[in-house]
């Protein structure tokens, strides 16, 4: 391959390092090699949806996932926060609407003001940023086309592809004239009505909640099981909670045509997944998450004999980032085997450079990342799940701590007690180390993130006995956990007794067997 | 609620107690367990898991005012669940103005009721009441509704409401009867007229516009929330606030030009507060309460900076001057308990012993222990095994994690940036800070200024944590996770080795990069 007429030589590059990508791994990569005064240039271009949605720089977390899907969480939240304020005091109009423009144009605004932000960081550190779709044409040489079709060729001495990943689509007839996708919905410019979410994973869930949460109508298709890939236990109490909270589920259905009724009404066709059976529905928004393609097919990587995973498109990498073609490094969401996490993207990147370019040795360390799902009842994890877990070190090996937990803020509101739910997971021929931290309830992202430091640092059971809480805290229910799963024992909390005074003896006395006239007097003066 | 416990059944046949040791020379109770509070009770529940014999004697002195309550000590009636709640109420109010920016149409006005809140949260401590009368009851361990008082170092009597009395005697005897808030004696006016915590949870009505004497993080936290539900709050204090929490001085930003001051985790605290509305009357002790014809409080305070006097007139007056432990009816000298004479609090030793072998001592009572609710459970349970259960595992008071529920709550494990300094000296110690915004914060536009996190590490190779301090949204649930870590002899390199969950505020503290030596802009920009 030529370039210029010329086949490019070491030390002759017009770049170091181009980073293909510029979401967050692959502008914290750019970013700490312009740190080392290296010669860089990211490109990144957004192709747009088929539903014509687009956005700038940053990447999916910043543009389509994390940030506005939490802020979105955010204003769930709050329309639960609105209801228990009552309860706390607070007093307004009895009708409360949410308005999906409102919160869509200040979520957009914010996500503006990052790719914004993005934009100046590149140019403070000197790092020459093209809004140009990125591919290999050859040897150290990548060609970049611009939304006008400009094309230009650049060389480097090295390559980080960091392309990321977007929503798969069914290939049914329908689904991409008239379904959305989480690249879509951030930015919909009206509310989105009743709405079909086709899919179990994360995104899924974490959309179908907040939508719900807002005041929408939402059902949610799924194929086979919830959240595949986390503790099965806790996904499914988390589908509990949603559908208790007004989430439909189809279960074992897979939509097959989906076509447009009346205007602004989408009729869907589904077939179950174990037998015949043909249901068919009506929804304003169809929205898919059923998974995401890795951006791998279409960046010349043919050309340079990068190897990918044929089947599903993803790059296989050894533990120090780099593909088959020594001077092409990859990292994120496009990795084989690897973890779809924002933190992980960046540490990589970060680690990555260090070592190509002030000798580092530390490399991104996979094992223990700590993660969580926005579900309205948010889950946070680290480390093992009880069927890996069990799977790897045999059920006798392993001992299950659990507990439900009641939150301090939801009593006076009298909601939802024995939800929020605790479970570690130790290894019992280990000292019985912590291998597995799970947590359901509000701010378990929060809760997670210590944990997992104390995970890092090799925490035991003991430890974890031995620390004291924090009162009174959701997470404080870490420090006294003491019955396990397989004793079988009951795990509901003492909040129980709240439910005594409020329903009266006879129900609660019949399920606990507390049979005293005389403490029910006491109790009845209590309230008076 | 004093009439509640008056109605409390008298224990069956007193005089048998004393007969049965009359006869058999022998204590009746393994265990007794003056004070029912977290401590008294855990320790208590403990024991009887073990087959002991335990009796608890519980009784609440009606303060000043006339306020009493339920079983479960300072924590369930009067401190941590009360005061959290309330708290929770004034964060829902800052969640009805967020929920605007965020898309919910709330029509003005948006007002708070108190006697709504105070109901749904009295309702709930009873309810915990209630819970442990019931727990104590499957335990079997014994109850009395009495105060009680030594008679020598195996016996406590104590009369009922109905005047007869009890005597218990045990082999073993735990005090955790805790504290009660001080009142400024010399302040005229200040017991007739002034609340305190206890009184603030139990009131009927609103305070009203509020004056809070004090600088504890009880008069923080309660001036908080009653802003926070809309009232006209006024702190006055001496002087610094929160003592004994982080005051190292930090870097200070503005307008891109970093230098120090005399800034701390505290005053941050209390900046934020004034920011959100609280009103604070600095370097002020007051001298005179009294009572208007209006039924108005009239306080009258001495502004030590300019040595000027001042008054306003207020609805309600609460001191929140400190807590005093409640030992003098107990008759401990007699018995030969000692206490520590300036504090009144009870000398213990690593095994919560007192001067007197086979009495012990756990909670806000005992001397120079934190004065929290999981320590004085976590101390009453090891008590109770190492008396009962051939354990002899002692409480450990290193690195307990704590949180203060200021509006803007402060989380904080391990040592102060000071205690830090003073133990280790400045050039063996490093600081890594940062100033953060909450992802929430942004669509709602609130503002983060004080949103701020530290990690005080020492400098040596290993860099091994010896602090942790975080400002910001869910303090205590931050916090709790790392504290776990700290004990776990976490190091600098081995908290950046840990991967952030995002978007959260607690992965800030993975990413903390900046020292403060460096004196570098410590602003936390973008992902």
Not at chain 2, 222 to 240: E, H, K, N, P, Y
Request: charged residues 20%.
């Amino acid at each position: 391959m030529e370039v210029n007429g010329l086949t490019p030589v070491p030390g002759s590059y017009d770049y170091d390092l181009i980073v293909i990508g510029g979401g967050s791994g692959g502008l914290a990569a750019a970013k700490e090699a312009a740190k080392y005064e290296k010669k860089v240039m990211v490109l990144d271009f957004v192709t747009p949806t088929p539903q014509g949605s687009s956005w700038g720089l940053g990447g999916t977390c910043v543009n389509v996932g994390c940030i506005p899907k939490k802020l979105m969480h955010q204003a769930a939240l709050l329309g639960q926060a609105l209801q228990d304020s009552r309860k706390f005091g607070w007093q307004f109009t009895e009708e409360v609407q949410h308005n999906w423009m409102t919160m869509t144009e200040s979520v957009q605004n914010y996500v503006g003001s990052l790719n914004w932000g993005y934009r100046v960081a590149l140019r403070d550190k000197k790092v020459t940023y093209e809004n140009a779709y990125g591919e290999f044409v050859g040897p150290h040489t990548v060609k970049a086309t611009n939304k006008k079709g400009v094309e230009k060729l650049y060389t480097a001495e090295r390559f980080i592809i960091a392309t990321g990943e977007r929503p798969r689509y069914l290939g049914i007839p329908g689904d991409k004239e008239y379904c959305i996708s989480s690249d879509d919905l951030f930015s919909l410019p009206y509310c989105p009505g009743r709405t079909l979410v086709v899919g179990a994973s994360y995104v899924a869930l974490e959309c179908a909640g907040f939508l719900a949460g807002l005041g929408l109508d939402v059902t949610v298709m799924v194929r086979s099981i919830l959240l595949r890939g986390f503790d099965q236990d806790m996904a499914n109490r988390i589908g509990e909670y949603m559908k208790e909270h007004g989430v439909k589920f189809i279960r074992q259905f897979v939509p097959i045509k989906v076509e447009e009724g009346t205007p602004g009404v989408l009729k869907v066709t589904a077939k179950s997944t174990t037998g015949d059976q043909i249901i068919e529905g009506k929804y304003n928004t169809v929205m898919l998450a059923i998974g995401r393609d890795p951006c791998t097919r279409r960046i010349g990587l043919g050309k340079v004999g990068v190897n990918i995973n044929e089947k599903t498109g993803k790059i296989p990498v050894n533990d120090e980032e780099q593909t088959n073609v020594p001077y092409i490094y990859a990292i994120g969401d496009i990795l084989q085997d690897k973890l779809e996490l924002t933190p992980v993207a960046i540490q990589a990147g970060r680690l990555l450079v260090q070592r190509l370019y002030v000798g580092a040795t530390t490399k991104c360390d996979y094992v223990n990342v700590p993660t969580t799902v926005f579900t309205p009842l948010e889950y946070g994890a680290c480390g093992y799940s009880e069927e890996t877990a069990v799977e790897k070190f045999g059920e006798e090996s392993i001992e299950v701590y659990h507990s439900h937990f009641w939150p301090l803020e939801w009593t006076v509101p009298s909601r939802d007690n024995n939800k929020c739910y605790a479970k570690i997971i130790c290894n019992i021929q280990d000292n019985e180390r912590v291998i597995g931290f799970h947590v359901l309830g509000p701010n378990a992202g929060e809760i997670t993130q210590g944990f997992a430091a104390a995970i890092k640092c090799g925490l035991t059971k003991e430890q974890l006995d031995s620390t004291v809480g924090i009162h009174p805290v959701c997470a404080e229910v870490f420090t006294t956990l003491s019955v396990t799963k397989r004793s079988g024992e009951s795990i509901a909390k003492d909040s129980d007794y709240f439910y005594y005074v409020v329903l009266g003896p006879s129900v609660v006395q019949r399920e606990q067997g507390v049979n005293s006239p005389v403490l029910w007097a006491e109790a009845s003066c209590l309230n008076s | 609620m004093a009439a509640l416990w008056r109605r409390a059944r008298p224990p069956a046949a007193p005089g048998l107690c004393r007969t049965l040791r009359a006869l058999s020379g022998k204590n009746e109770y393994d265990l007794l367990v003056i004070g029912g509070g977290s401590g008294g009770l855990a320790c208590a529940k403990e024991a009887a898991q073990f087959g002991r014999k335990v009796a608890v004697l519980d009784y609440v002195e009606p303060s000043p005012q006339g306020t009493a309550w339920g079983l479960g000590g300072t924590c369930v009636n009067v401190g941590c669940i009360p005061k959290k709640l309330m708290h929770q109420a004034a964060l829902l109010g800052s969640a009805i103005k967020d929920a605007q920016r965020y898309g919910w149409n709330i029509s003005q006005p948006v007002q708070h009721t108190w006697s709504v809140m105070a109901q749904g949260v009295q309702n709930y401590v009873k309810s915990l009441n209630w819970g442990h009368r019931v727990q104590l009851q499957e335990k079997k361990v014994k109850y009395f509704n009495i105060k009680g008082s030594f008679s020598d170092p195996h016996t406590v009597r104590g009369l009922t409401k109905a005047g007869k009395e009890i005597v218990v005697t045990a082999d073993n005897i735990v005090i955790a009867t805790g504290g009660r808030p001080k009142y400024p004696m010399h302040v005229s006016g200040a017991l007739e007229y002034g609340i305190t915590s206890d009184d603030l949870f139990w009131l009927k009505k609103s305070p009203g516009k509020t004056l809070v004497v004090g600088a504890s993080y009880v008069s923080l936290e309660c001036a908080g929330f009653l802003t926070g539900i809309g009232l006209d709050t006024t702190v006055m204090m001496r002087s610094v606030p929160l003592r004994g929490f982080d005051q190292a001085t930090r870097v200070y930003k503005k307008k891109h030009i970093c230098f120090t001051s005399q800034q701390q985790m505290a005053s941050l605290v209390t900046e934020h507060m004034e920011s959100y509305g609280t009103k604070f009357l600095k370097r002020c002790f007051p001298t005179k309460v009294q009572k208007l014809e209006n039924d108005r409080l009239q306080v009258t305070w001495k502004n030590a900076d300019l040595d000027t006097e001042e008054t306003d007139s207020f609805n309600t007056v609460m001191w929140a001057v400190g807590r005093a432990p409640d030992t003098k009816t107990l008759n401990l000298e007699t018995i030969g308990v000692k206490t520590n004479s300036e504090t009144g609090k009870i000398i213990v030793d690593a095994s919560e012993a007192t001067s007197v072998p086979h009495i012990y001592a756990v909670g806000d009572i005992t001397e120079g222990r934190p004065e929290l609710t999981p320590t004085a459970i976590a101390a009453g349970k090891l008590l109770a095994q190492r008396l009962f259960g051939q354990s002899s595992e002692l409480m450990d008071y290193d690195n307990v994690p704590t949180t203060v529920f200021t509006p803007l709550e402060y989380g904080c494990v391990g040592l102060s940036e000071e205690a830090a300094v003073q133990r280790h000296g400045s050039d063996n110690i490093e600081v890594y800070h940062a100033y953060y915004k909450p992802l929430e914060f942004t669509v709602a536009e609130r503002d983060a200024t004080q949103c701020y996190m530290k990690m005080v590490c020492l400098r040596e190779r290993e860099q091994r944590i010896l602090g942790l301090h975080f400002i910001g949204p869910n303090a205590g649930e931050v916090i709790q996770g790392f504290a776990l870590g700290i004990k776990c002899g976490a190091t600098y390199p081995q908290m950046m080795k840990t991967v952030g969950i995002h978007p959260t505020c607690a992965e800030e503290v993975t990413k903390l990069h900046i020292t403060k030596r460096s004196g570098l802009d410590a602003t936390v920009t973008g992902c």
